[in-house]
């Protein structure tokens, strides 16, 4: 799994005021705890952007001070009118304790449901993974192949090594649906065998 290097800052006053200061010096109040101490520092908001605006997931080094920390990105809070970055909670790495992180999902391989006019729908874009930090996988990847339309992959049907899926077991991660397009040719096509079967019966007759 890459990592995305940040610099912080410690913060001398954690109260609201500072916040403020800060965030209109486009610093991110920031706290990082599940090691032997909680800090609270201030990251530079541009610094955020290869871990927050990517799709892959990624452990984080933060250098604050004269400290070099592992880490995760646990949550982070939005403006809900501007969108900047309001706050960012990180989690320190420590050995042997297990994480908890949403991982992205992929496909692998042509769905032969989809050869035959159906869709493929991915209904869980990121899975909740727990495992320790050396076995977190960058994603998931699920081979669709065998799908036919109507069918789909559950969570309780993945198994990797090494790792815990927390979501619920009969949620549904991929699948194929039928289109409007399939379903409106079969019921032509159902109209049409119809219409056969009654100029066979008035031949017959």
């Given amino acids: 799994?890459?990592?995305?290097?940040?610099?912080?800052?410690?913060?001398?006053?954690?109260?609201?005021?500072?916040a403020k200061?800060?965030?209109?010096?486009?610093?991110?109040?920031?706290?990082?705890?599940?090691?032997?101490?909680?800090?609270?520092?201030?990251?530079?908001?541009?610094?955020?952007?290869?871990?927050?605006?990517?799709?892959?997931?990624?452990?984080?080094?933060?250098?604050?001070g004269d400290k070099v920390?592992?880490?995760?990105?646990q949550d982070i809070q939005f403006h809900p009118v501007t969108d900047s970055i309001y706050h960012a909670d990180f989690i320190e790495l420590v050995e042997g304790k297990p994480i908890i992180m949403g991982v992205p999902v992929k496909t692998s391989g042509l769905p032969k449901g989809v050869t035959?006019?159906?869709?493929?729908?991915?209904?869980?874009?990121?899975?909740?993974?727990?495992?320790?930090?050396?076995?977190?996988p960058e994603n998931i990847t699920i081979d669709v192949t065998e799908l036919l339309i109507g069918q789909s992959v559950k969570v309780k049907e993945i198994n990797i090594d090494n790792i815990e899926l927390l979501d619920n077991a009969n949620s549904?991660?991929?699948?194929?649906?039928?289109?409007?397009?399939?379903?409106?040719?079969?019921?032509?096509?159902?109209?049409?065998?119809?219409?056969?079967?009654?100029?066979?019966?008035s031949t017959e007759e």
Wanted: glycine share 8%.
């Fill in 172 to 201: 549904v991660v991929a699948t194929v649906r039928v289109t409007r397009a399939a379903a409106s040719a079969g019921s032509l096509e159902e109209g049409e065998e119809g219409e056969e079967n009654e100029e066979a019966e």
């Fill in 69 to 73: 920390i592992k880490a995760i990105l």
């Fill in 1 to 18: 799994m890459k990592t995305v290097s940040m610099s912080g800052s410690l913060r001398e006053n954690v109260g609201k005021k500072d």
């Fill in 21 to 64: 200061a800060l965030r209109r010096a486009k610093r991110v109040p920031c706290v990082i705890y599940g090691g032997k101490e909680q800090l609270h520092f201030s990251v530079e908001e541009a610094e955020f952007k290869p871990l927050v605006y990517s799709p892959e997931i990624a452990f984080v080094e933060l250098t604050i």
């Fill in 116 to 136: 035959l006019g159906g869709k493929l729908m991915i209904k869980l874009k990121r899975l909740k993974v727990k495992s320790l930090p050396e076995f977190m």
